[in-house]
Protein backbone atom coordinates (compact mmCIF):
# COMPACT_ATOMS: atom_id res chain seq x y z
CA UNK A 1 0.00 0.00 0.00
CA UNK A 2 0.89 3.68 -0.27
CA UNK A 3 -0.50 6.96 0.77
CA UNK A 4 -0.32 10.04 -0.43
CA UNK A 5 -0.32 13.73 0.38
CA UNK A 6 -0.08 16.20 -2.54
CA UNK A 7 0.88 19.91 -1.41
CA UNK A 8 2.06 22.95 -3.39
CA UNK A 9 -1.12 24.52 -4.01
CA UNK A 10 -2.09 27.92 -4.10
CA UNK A 11 -2.98 31.41 -6.14
CA UNK A 12 -1.19 32.61 -9.10
CA UNK A 13 -1.75 34.83 -11.93
CA UNK A 14 -2.45 33.61 -15.43
CA UNK A 15 1.14 32.84 -16.80
CA UNK A 16 2.52 32.09 -13.90
CA UNK A 17 3.98 28.91 -12.74
CA UNK A 18 3.75 26.57 -9.57
CA UNK A 19 5.00 23.17 -8.66
CA UNK A 20 3.43 20.39 -7.27
CA UNK A 21 4.50 17.54 -4.72
CA UNK A 22 3.03 14.48 -4.33
CA UNK A 23 4.88 12.72 -1.08
CA UNK A 24 4.27 8.65 -0.75
CA UNK A 25 4.76 6.75 2.17
CA UNK A 26 5.62 3.39 1.75
CA UNK A 27 8.87 1.17 0.72
CA UNK A 28 7.91 0.57 -2.61
CA UNK A 29 6.54 3.70 -3.98
CA UNK A 30 9.62 2.80 -6.79
CA UNK A 31 7.11 0.41 -8.00
CA UNK A 32 4.31 2.47 -8.22
CA UNK A 33 2.96 4.07 -11.77
CA UNK A 34 1.87 7.63 -10.95
CA UNK A 35 -0.27 10.17 -12.22
CA UNK A 36 -2.31 13.61 -11.78
CA UNK A 37 -5.93 14.25 -12.86
CA UNK A 38 -7.53 17.45 -11.64
CA UNK A 39 -10.99 18.70 -11.25
CA UNK A 40 -12.64 21.61 -11.38
CA UNK A 41 -15.84 23.14 -10.00
CA UNK A 42 -18.95 21.77 -11.74
CA UNK A 43 -17.27 19.16 -14.31
CA UNK A 44 -15.90 15.38 -13.53
CA UNK A 45 -12.14 14.66 -12.81
CA UNK A 46 -9.82 14.57 -15.67
CA UNK A 47 -6.65 13.44 -16.62
CA UNK A 48 -3.87 15.45 -16.72
CA UNK A 49 -0.32 13.16 -16.76
CA UNK A 50 1.44 10.05 -15.84
CA UNK A 51 4.58 8.71 -15.50
CA UNK A 52 6.06 5.33 -15.23
CA UNK A 53 7.80 3.63 -12.31
CA UNK A 54 11.09 4.38 -13.99
CA UNK A 55 10.68 8.11 -14.52
CA UNK A 56 11.27 7.09 -18.56
CA UNK A 57 8.09 6.91 -19.77
CA UNK A 58 5.66 10.09 -19.53
CA UNK A 59 1.99 11.12 -21.31
CA UNK A 60 -0.10 13.90 -21.22
CA UNK A 61 -3.10 14.84 -21.92
CA UNK A 62 -3.47 17.59 -24.68
CA UNK A 63 -4.89 20.73 -22.81
CA UNK A 64 -1.12 20.59 -21.04
CA UNK A 65 1.14 19.26 -23.41
CA UNK A 66 4.30 21.37 -23.58
CA UNK A 67 3.04 23.72 -20.38
CA UNK A 68 3.22 20.63 -17.58
CA UNK A 69 5.91 18.49 -17.00
CA UNK A 70 5.55 15.29 -14.39
CA UNK A 71 8.52 13.81 -13.11
CA UNK A 72 9.64 11.54 -9.64
CA UNK A 73 12.18 11.43 -7.60
CA UNK A 74 12.34 7.78 -6.11
CA UNK A 75 15.06 8.17 -3.16
CA UNK A 76 12.53 10.97 -2.14
CA UNK A 77 9.49 9.26 -2.70
CA UNK A 78 7.73 12.03 -4.49
CA UNK A 79 5.83 13.02 -7.57
CA UNK A 80 6.21 16.13 -8.95
CA UNK A 81 3.79 18.62 -11.68
CA UNK A 82 5.57 21.46 -12.61
CA UNK A 83 2.88 23.73 -14.15
CA UNK A 84 3.80 26.56 -16.16
CA UNK A 85 2.12 29.26 -19.08
CA UNK A 86 -1.24 28.47 -16.38
CA UNK A 87 -4.24 29.46 -17.41
CA UNK A 88 -7.87 30.03 -15.80
CA UNK A 89 -8.73 27.13 -17.08
CA UNK A 90 -6.07 25.09 -15.18
CA UNK A 91 -8.16 26.27 -11.98
CA UNK A 92 -8.94 22.85 -10.16
CA UNK A 93 -8.29 20.53 -7.50
CA UNK A 94 -5.14 18.78 -8.35
CA UNK A 95 -5.39 14.98 -7.24
CA UNK A 96 -1.93 12.51 -7.04
CA UNK A 97 -2.57 8.86 -8.02
CA UNK A 98 -0.72 5.65 -7.61
CA UNK A 99 -0.88 2.30 -9.27
CA UNK A 100 1.51 -1.07 -8.23
CA UNK A 101 3.10 -2.20 -11.56
CA UNK A 102 5.93 -4.95 -12.26
CA UNK A 103 6.44 -3.22 -15.38
CA UNK A 104 8.60 -0.35 -15.64
CA UNK A 105 7.50 1.43 -18.68
CA UNK A 106 3.88 1.06 -17.59
CA UNK A 107 1.59 4.06 -16.88
CA UNK A 108 -2.33 4.35 -16.53
CA UNK A 109 -4.30 7.41 -17.91
CA UNK A 110 -7.75 6.47 -16.44
CA UNK A 111 -9.09 6.84 -13.07
CA UNK A 112 -10.58 3.54 -12.96
CA UNK A 113 -6.40 1.85 -13.40
CA UNK A 114 -5.50 3.72 -10.05
CA UNK A 115 -5.93 2.28 -6.45
CA UNK A 116 -4.93 4.73 -4.18
CA UNK A 117 -5.45 8.96 -4.26
CA UNK A 118 -4.17 11.88 -2.51
CA UNK A 119 -6.77 14.32 -1.01
CA UNK A 120 -6.06 16.94 -3.51
CA UNK A 121 -4.44 20.64 -3.31
CA UNK A 122 -6.08 23.69 -4.87
CA UNK A 123 -4.76 25.53 -7.68
CA UNK A 124 -6.40 28.54 -8.36
CA UNK A 125 -4.92 30.94 -11.46
CA UNK A 126 -6.52 34.68 -11.83
CA UNK A 127 -7.01 36.03 -14.73
Known amino acids: QVQLVESGGGLVQAGGSLRLSCAAS????????MGWFRQAPGKEREFVAT????????YYADSVKGRFTISRDNTKNTLYLQMSSLKPADTAVYYC????????????????????WGQGTQVTVSS
Open 51 to 58: ISWSGRST
Open 97 to 116: AGEFTPVSGKYYYTEAEYDY
Open 26 to 33: GRTFSRYA
